[in-house]
């Protein structure tokens, strides 16, 4: 498979910017038995400005990263709002016309949803018509390891805990969803933030509020890990990706 790393940081577009995340997936994706190749070759990059360059190529891509950022949503002003905005145009396309399976983490949760007609809001509800660049200092947070509570059952937690059972991820955001997208579902919270996991009916679309690429060590030492589901969390999108192309293979 070849993944597709959307990058919707505010900055100008660097590709070594979310190298932890790309290698976290390519260390979570699991072996193809029969064959013994690779389930994952590889996950290219894209910055969210440069979204137009690639109107056709997106064919070749077998599922779709949305990556954190670290700005507030309302510092997108001017080009960054026009470009945000046509992102979530050709995300929604790309979901709801080529059914492509994409993972949003973090800020790429907040933005799955608000490209689908969520709302998105700070965690602290006194910030309101907040307009700076950078996050405010001091403001609650929900950071470091957290535990979360399943709401239903899903394929994303096989490996990972039964419904009703309990997770844990690593967390770092200020911003967070305040209403879900219509048609979407909740699939976890936690005791600060109520949307940590949704997901699109039918669809292998998900949006994480965590980080499921930390908290785990790559040399598979669990007992030294903070939030060794993450991984797994990782590895079960993977493993909806590739059944999908696999099926239309087949077909």
Known sequence: MLGLIID?????????RHAELKISLLNAA???EPSE???????????????????????RYDFLILSPQGSPWNAYRDSFRQAIEN??????????DR??????ICGGHQFLASAFGGELGFIDDSITDFSGETYPANCLAERGAVTLTTLS?????EGVTSHPGEFSAMENHIEEIKTIPPGFMNLACSRLSQFQLIRLPGKIVY???FHPERGWRLDGKEEDSLAPDGKRI?????????SKKRRSVIA
């Open 207 to 209: 949006g994480l509020a």
């Open 234 to 242: 990782l590895l079960n999108f993977l493993k909806m990706a590739y």
């Open 8 to 16: 919707l940081e505010r900055k100008l577009p660097d590709a070594a």
């Open 153 to 157: 059952h899903d394929p994303i937690f």
């Open 87 to 96: 992102t979530a145009s050709v995300l929604r396309a790309l979901v709801l």
């Open 30 to 32: 699991p072996m193809d």
């Open 99 to 104: 059914n492509i399976p994409t993972l949003g």
């Open 37 to 59: 190749k690779p389930l994952l070759t590889d996950i290219e990059y894209v910055h969210f400005t440069e979204i137009d360059l690639l109107p056709r190529l997106y064919e």
